[in-house]
């Protein structure tokens, strides 16, 4: 079974820190990979989409970047701010099931003023 | 006004009743998607469109069905609900290719007694 795998579940940092957020997935064969974030009680919003071909996105304050071989995804946030407190989100198009998005169950990220 | 729009937002019913979620895009997308998240959980896809014609299972079909009203509209039905389909329900759509990225609505809390 194709699997996306988030590690912690929860994050807690002080403000003004760069964190890194993972993203494990069990098939090199992938299409592409999307980061979100949802806000309690919310729907999920997209922040970066990276394709097979490429190694990193960047918006603002966030790069994602991809590693096939490893299966790893990473979400850099520099400079985080009490804003940034969301669940984020990974969702990869893998191998066979191109059609579909495997979700991680995210990754609950605090920061403290 | 909302890309993506689910209706209702919120609803709580008995075990037993029937239960229509719907969703509306103006977007132009072809795709569409249902999605249910459980807390702690990752999103798990219940049913998928790629255009009017084409419907499919996803991982969690059992105990609900789906209709692609026209391109702009899909629903989804609980004909008989039960509790352990309380959950958050997302619609969500993507553009007509699998490298396409996913928009979502911003969810249906759905709760059976």
């Known amino acids: 079974k194709q699997e996306v795998t988030q590690i912690p579940a929860a994050l807690s940092v002080p403000e003004g820190e760069n964190l890194v957020l993972n993203c494990s997935f069990t098939?090199?064969?992938?299409?592409?990979l999307q980061w979100f974030r949802q806000d309690p009680g919310k729907g999920l919003t997209s922040l970066l989409l990276?394709?097979?071909?490429?190694r990193e996105q960047t918006s603002g304050r966030l790069n994602a970047s991809l590693d096939k071989s490893s299966g790893r995804s990473t979400l850099y946030i520099a400079a985080s701010q009490p804003g940034d407190s969301a669940t984020y989100l990974c969702?990869?198009?893998?191998?066979?099931?191109?059609?579909?998005?495997?979700f991680g169950s995210g990754t609950q990220l605090t920061v403290l003023p | 006004d909302a890309d993506v729009t689910q209706t209702p937002r919120n609803r709580i019913t008995k075990t037993g009743k029937r239960i229509m979620l719907e969703c509306s895009q103006t977007?132009?997308?072809?795709?569409m998607y249902w999605y249910r998240q459980d807390p702690g959980l990752g999103l798990q896809l219940i049913y998928y469109?790629?255009?009017?014609?084409?419907?499919n299972k996803g991982e969690i079909s059992d105990g609900y069905s789906v209709s692609r009203q026209a391109q702009a509209k899909f629903s989804l039905s609980l004909e008989s609900a039960i509790p352990n389909q309380t959950a958050l329900y997302f619609c969500?759509?993507?553009?007509?290719?699998?490298?396409?990225?996913?928009?979502f609505g911003e969810g249906s809390r759905l709760t059976v007694l």
């Open positions: 969500a759509t993507s553009p007509s290719r699998d490298t396409g990225e996913l928009f």
């Open positions: 098939d090199s064969a992938i299409y592409n």
């Open positions: 990276i394709q097979s071909s490429q």
């Open positions: 969702a990869a198009r893998l191998g066979g099931s191109a059609r579909q998005l495997t």
């Open positions: 977007k132009g997308h072809d795709r």
């Open positions: 469109s790629f255009d009017v014609k084409d419907i």
